[in-house]
């Protein structure tokens, strides 16, 4: 059997530069799937930053409209709602929803939505900055404010994008204090934005950490899953596994061939049912299946046990063990086992005990 190959993403390191979509990482590391995960993930809040420039944007046409003409506010709003919607419908991309796998220049391209969405919210402080109205400005700080915190949540995920806005639309911000005479709170804007793209990063790290988890651990079930076929089919022994309700799922080739029947009919079909045969219509169980079914309701580990199987017209005889299955919330989610075709060494095993007992040129009990 050979050795299993390990996860790449088994002890994950985390490549900034891959990470913001720079470039690919300095290892060996296919990083397509954690890239897909970060679109997939901006798409999910894709409609709420929709939502959020909505409301960021009539809150400054409510500030600013006792001091500039509605007009030119109208025209603002307007590109910034249409740009808004061109990055959602860019994030909303069937492509990055059900995509394995994306390509660096797809992570790159985000980074035009930050400049897009950036450039266009940059526009109302840098006028008011401008203007000099110091009153309007600070409003108008305070909405931007919450226009970045709630951005930099939506599109966490894709930090090209959201440092770039957070940076562009920070050093507007902090250009309109300063303009407006309010030298005093350029630090605390620029701190505060540096406290949003350093928890932007920090989020989008998590993603990438966790992702690299879910890819390890897929990884490693279907590495479990490849050697568990590979030793079933190097012996005698066959798999089985039900759900719930003692339904057989997932049933192995050799599983299916042992009970003579093929692996459609095989799965979904209570296990009792597979095993009892033409017995089952019948109700003239063996004790053998009665005990199975005892411990099958009682969700009880069992090793060992010899089970009388009608298989076309003869009878085997199976060797089954098993164990109950739990999810990560201790659910009881079914039975995973092991069973092998016995009948040859019960024969054996039938012929020397009557060996022992009777004399084999009489046929007649031994003293």
Same mark, same amino acid.
């Given at each position: 059997m050979n050795a299993p190959p390990s996860s790449q993403f088994a002890e994950p390191r985390i490549d900034v530069q891959a990470l913001l979509g720079l470039q690919d990482p300095a290892d060996a590391t296919d990083w397509g799937p954690i890239r897909a995960a970060q679109l997939h993930a901006g798409s999910k809040?894709?409609?709420? $930053?929709?939502? /959020?420039n909505g409301i960021g944007a009539v809150l400054v046409v409510a500030i600013l409209s006792h001091t500039v003409p509605l007009w030119p506010l109208a025209i603002w709003g307007a590109v910034t709602t249409l740009a808004s919607v061109v990055v959602a419908v860019r994030r909303h991309a069937s492509r990055h929803r059900s995509a394995y796998s994306a390509r660096l220049n797809d992570i790159r391209q985000t980074l035009l939505d930050g400049i897009l969405l950036g450039v266009v919210w940059s526009i109302p402080p840098i006028f008011t900055g401008l203007r000099g109205d110091t009153a309007t400005a600070l409003y108008l700080c305070v909405a931007l404010s919450l226009l970045m915190t709630t951005s930099a949540i939506a599109i966490a995920a894709l930090p090209l994008a959201t440092l770039s806005f957070l940076a562009i639309l920070g050093?507007?911000? /902090?250009?309109m204090m300063l303009l407006t005479e309010s030298p005093l709170l350029v630090p605390a804007v620029l701190a505060f934005t540096v406290v949003l793209m350093v928890t932007c990063f920090t989020r989008a790290k998590?993603?990438?950490?966790?992702?690299?988890s879910e890819i390890a651990i897929a990884e490693r079930? !279907?590495?479990?899953?490849? $050697?568990?076929r590979e030793a079933e089919e190097h012996s005698s022994d066959w798999l089985w596994e039900t759900d719930a309700y003692r339904r057989v799922v997932r049933a192995s080739p050799r599983f299916a061939a042992s009970v003579g029947l093929d692996i459609d009919t095989v799965n979904g079909k209570s296990l009792l049912e597979v095993l009892a045969g033409p017995t089952w219509t019948s109700n003239a169980f063996s004790p053998e299946l009665r005990q199975l /079914? !005892?411990?099958?309701k009682g969700r009880d580990a069992f090793r060992g046990l010899m089970l009388p199987v009608k298989v076309g017209p003869s009878e085997r005889w199976f060797e089954i063990t098993a164990n109950p299955r739990y999810d990560e919330r201790a659910v009881f989610i079914g039975f995973r086992g092991v069973g092998s075709d016995v009948t040859e060494q019960r024969a054996s095993a039938d012929e020397i005990n009557r060996m022992a007992r009777f004399d084999t040129l009489t046929d007649l009990p031994n003293r």
């Open positions: 809040l894709a409609s709420f $930053l929709v939502i /959020a050093g507007a911000t /902090a250009a998590a993603l990438v950490l966790l992702r690299a079930d !279907e590495t479990v899953s490849l $050697l568990l /079914a !005892e411990f099958l």
